[in-house]
Nanobody, 123 residues
Framework: VQLQASGGGLVQAGGSLRLSCVAS????????VGWFRQGPGKEREFVAA????????GYADSVRGRFTISRDNAKNTVLLQMNSLKPEDTAVYYC?????????????????WGQGTLVTVSS
């Protein structure tokens, strides 16, 4: 499985961005896709996850109500719509895929990772 994340950029606080994660290869083996992020000087943290066949699994408390994860079945793509962005959302965002049904908020349960896309939110 290969993952390609895109959509990052520079945005002012209060603005919006939409990240995309396109999966290719043996996608039939994917159970769920998660978004994680790593801010400057911080550890990587969970953002949101969704089942590959649909159905949101969960959000981090810090983004719930502002971010929405969704799935475009026809395009093998998982989207992360980010609204009301804050400077603390600044991070490199990674999408990851897991072929098993494990704890979706644990990054070590994900076997496949995209290259990351940088989101910078200015105050």
């Amino acid at each position: 499985v290969q993952l390609q994340a895109s959509g990052g950029g520079l945005v002012q606080a209060g603005g919006s961005l939409r990240l995309s994660c396109v999966a290719s290869g043996r996608t039939f083996g994917i159970e769920r896709v998660g978004w994680f992020r790593q801010g400057p000087g911080k550890e990587r943290e969970f953002v949101a996850a969704i089942r590959w066949n649909g159905g949101t699994m969960g959000y981090a408390d810090s983004v719930r109500g502002r971010f929405t994860i969704s799935r475009d079945n026809a395009k093998n793509t998982v989207l992360l719509q980010m609204n009301s962005l804050k400077p603390e959302d600044t991070a490199v965002y990674y999408c990851a895929a897991d072929p098993y049904d494990r704890q979706y908020y644990r990054d070590y349960h994900y076997d496949y990772w995209g290259q990351g896309t940088l989101v910078t939110v200015s105050s």
